[in-house]
Nanobody, 121 residues
Framework: VQLQASGGGLVQAGGCLRL?????????????MGWYRQAPGKERELVAA???????YYAASVKGRFSISRDNAKNTVYLQMNSLKPEDTAVYYC????????????????WGQGTLVTVSS
C-alpha cells in the first residue's frame, strides 16, 4: 500500500491550503485516515483523523480552522486548512490504517512521504 500526499506549499498567514492523500495498492478496507504534522524541533502530532464510520478528530489547535474529508471511492483523504497561522508550519504526513489484501487480511499502518506547509507572517 502506498500513500501519495500533495498540496503543500508556501502561504501567508490567514490563507488556506488543501492537502490530498491518495492510497493505492492491495487495499481491502481503509479503516481510518488522518494527518500528522511535525514542526522543526518538535514531535510528530496528530492533526486530524477520519474513521470508516465517519467519525472525525481534530487537535485543539486546529479545531474550527481545519476540516478533514474522505472520498472512499478514490481512497483519498483531504485536509482543508483555513486561517493558517505561522505555527501551522510543519511537514504534514498522511497516515492510514488499512486492512490489506494479503494472507490473513492483515491490518497495518502506512505513512505518506510528507508535504511541507510553510505559513509566513
Amino acid at each position: 500500500v502506498q500513500l501519495q500526499a500533495s498540496g503543500g506549499g508556501l502561504v501567508q498567514a490567514g490563507g488556506c491550503l488543501r492537502l490530498s492523500c491518495a492510497a493505492s495498492g492491495s487495499i481491502f478496507r481503509i479503516n481510518a485516515m488522518g494527518w500528522y504534522r511535525q514542526a522543526p524541533g518538535k514531535e510528530r502530532e496528530l492533526v486530524a483523523a477520519s474513521t470508516s464510520d465517519s467519525s472525525t478528530y481534530y487537535a485543539a489547535s486546529v479545531k474550527g480552522r481545519f476540516s478533514i474529508s474522505r472520498d472512499n471511492a478514490k481512497n483519498t483523504v483531504y485536509l482543508q486548512m483555513n486561517s493558517l497561522k505561522p505555527e501551522d508550519t510543519a511537514v504534514y504526513y498522511c497516515n492510514a490504517d488499512v486492512t490489506t489484501l494479503t494472507v490473513g487480511y492483515r491490518t497495518l499502518e502506512f505513512w505518506g512521504q510528507g508535504t511541507l506547509v510553510t505559513v509566513s507572517s
